[in-house]
């Protein structure tokens, strides 16, 4: 059935343009995997449910139980239904092409229901504060309607972090895998220091089968891609892990483990926001010749940048951290600012497949920063 | 904002075969209808609960209340997740053309969260006998699996049922507003008695919406059609529907308000299970000339059919409910068994909007007749 259903799917096609003869691959794979994902969530449902003791039907009378866990019920079912709404959303980007703006806009969307949950059941919105400053500002500080707007953003930002570092073989799930292993992983540590069980136990329950899909994917989408995953797959991955660290109490563990997106989200500012000229597609450029990637690149005059381009464009010329040709007209040329860029000005150009295992590999080890910023280091600023 | 998104949305184009040229029509403007639907119930979601005094926060700790409606409010999050699945699966159709099994296997896919919260809320499974065979089975029979098995198959046939009744300008949107008008009749009067108030107040806060948002499509819908729904429109007012009918707890009431759908599938029976020669389209055929709809038929001879075949089609001529020509050559060319042509061969070729007007003036009649089975006839059978 899988087969046919790749086959209905192809019809949704995209050319990939870092190939000798820009081939036609299948796009939008995403939205199969997605609903896969779903699928098996929602049959696994009722299995933590039905086997814990307290929350055991009475066979004679089948009246419910007086103890069943109904509010991490609801948590599951809330979870679900962000991903879900996300899937549909990432699938109608996919085929309607939807403008900047939007890609802000539904992912605030799709995380509404959880948020409601977690007014519900937690409501939860104070900060311990770090050690340091707690002279000023006491050990705890209710911010309030701060902490909904800092979880939306959460969600708006691991969707579309995802989602822009993308566009060479493998690389969207790729991260994604490195990002899920990496939680739980660290869901694995905290259940045997005995952590909030539940919270790391809920995470589990999704992180499992995502990795799952996510595998069975990266089997079709690493180099050469077979078929590519669209905006779908990255928005429902995204949210998977905002999901998991919104409920799972985490948040901010969360974010450590996206340090190359959030690197690259920070070295794409200019271009994002416009203080730089952005073209509509920053891949890097194929050579048939040599098939390697090359850096693409943005042209600007240095006086049609505002005073705050320029002093963005100068910090990273002065770092090294840009490609720099100025030319005899006073145009300049540098790289697109992506990740992906950076890598191939900082060791020329390499074929594709090493750009993204060159990357995979950073990913990784900014999971072991992580860890040991969140173990040894946190203890300095938190209790232990 | 609107404006835009129907632009955009405008790629996916679907001919309007029944007017003069043709016109190329913005299709699957479902997808839009039911985000709006679902956003609206996020943002709803926490005002009947917050109101709740049993479940105002303690305002001093922030603790939650202790009696907080956890159930209902699970039960709530999975109707929108099965709405929001549903959706999914009916825009993925749109796009992808799914086959008949498909279709089938979707909705139950989309029903198992409901299924699980019946599980996990009620789990009854009860069902209780009219009174004429109490003296036989008891006064009420465990069916156990089946009950959730019945369930599956009304989500089924409730996603079904207002797809395969469509085609012509506005009679997907027009008939899914009259049953859920109905619907929502329904609970105002058991409201008014004061029967399961929380089974009916679920139901009018899904159904209020789906009203609004209905008869703003309905807007664009009518004859002469400036947009088409697409399957997930017709998918998502048929799990809407199913969604309060079973955790409303009125499955038999509510299939009493699809009795023109029940009609018109038991019509088209011997082309849906291929016993007569059923075209890729069954819709009516447009007369430039007289800008009328004829019947659209279908052509076999009388020897292919087999044995069941046979005595259907033979049923339905000695009952007049087909128009029926026998060539000399032995082939027979009768209409398309469907309620539209049935309305053609009925009343001969009529306009377009005249076949909506009587069929959803039938959809009427019939919600009149599902109240008096239901409120004068179901005291004969059951307790008044």
């Not at 098996?40 to 086997?51: G, R």
């Not at 006491?138 to 570092?165: E, H, P, Q, R, W």
């Not at 073989?169 to 069980?197: D, K, M, P, R, T």
């Not at 669209?230 to 892990?241: H, L, N, V």
């Amino acid at each position: 059935m899988q087969k046919r259903q790749l086959q209905m799917i192809m019809f949704i096609k995209c050319k990939d343009l870092c190939k000798r003869d820009n081939p036609q691959v299948p796009e939008s794979l995403g939205v199969l995997i997605g609903c896969t994902f779903l699928v098996a969530m929602f049959l696994f449902i009722p299995i933590p449910y039905t086997f814990e003791e307290s929350a055991l039907f009475d066979i004679k009378t089948g009246a419910k139980p007086a103890t069943f866990p109904h509010e991490k019920f609801a948590e599951m079912i809330a979870a679900l239904l962000s991903i879900c709404c996300m899937i549909l959303l990432g699938f109608a980007d996919d085929v309607l092409d939807l403008r900047w703006r939007h890609k802000l806009l539904l992912p605030t969307m799709a995380t509404l229901p959880l948020l409601m949950v977690y007014y519900v059941n937690f409501n939860i919105t104070t900060v311990i504060m770090p050690k340091f400053v707690r002279s000023l500002l006491g050990y705890s500080l209710d911010i309030g309607v701060f902490y909904y707007i800092y979880m939306g953003m959460l969600a708006v930002f691991c969707t579309n972090a995802i989602n822009i570092l993308a566009g060479i073989n493998g690389l969207e799930v790729g991260q994604s895998i490195v990002i899920g292993a990496s939680i739980l992983f660290y869901n694995v540590i905290e259940l045997a220091f005995g952590h909030q069980v539940d919270c790391h136990k809920f995470s589990i329950y999704l992180m499992l089968p995502f990795l799952a899909v996510s595998l069975a994917l990266w089997k079709y989408n690493k180099y050469p891609s077979q078929v590519f995953v669209g905006d779908t797959y990255c928005y429902f991955a995204g949210m998977t892990f905002a999901v998991v660290g919104i409920l799972g109490h985490f948040s901010k563990t969360l974010l450590l483990f996206f340090i190359p997106q959030i690197l690259n989200f920070l070295y794409s500012v200019p271009q994002l926001f416009h203080f730089v000229p952005c073209p509509r597609h920053r891949l890097p450029k194929y050579d048939v010749r040599t098939e390697l990637l090359h850096i693409s690149t943005t042209e600007f005059h240095l006086k049609d940048l505002n005073p705050l381009g320029l002093l963005m464009v100068r910090i990273l010329k002065n770092l090294k951290l840009i490609s720099w040709q100025e030319q005899v007209d006073g145009r300049v040329i540098t790289n697109n600012f992506t990740l992906i860029n950076f890598v191939l000005v900082l060791f020329g150009p390499v074929h594709e497949s090493v750009v993204t295992q060159f990357l995979l590999g950073f990913q990784v080890i900014c999971t072991l920063c992580a860890l040991i910023i969140r173990y040894p280091l946190a203890s300095y600023f938190y209790e232990a």
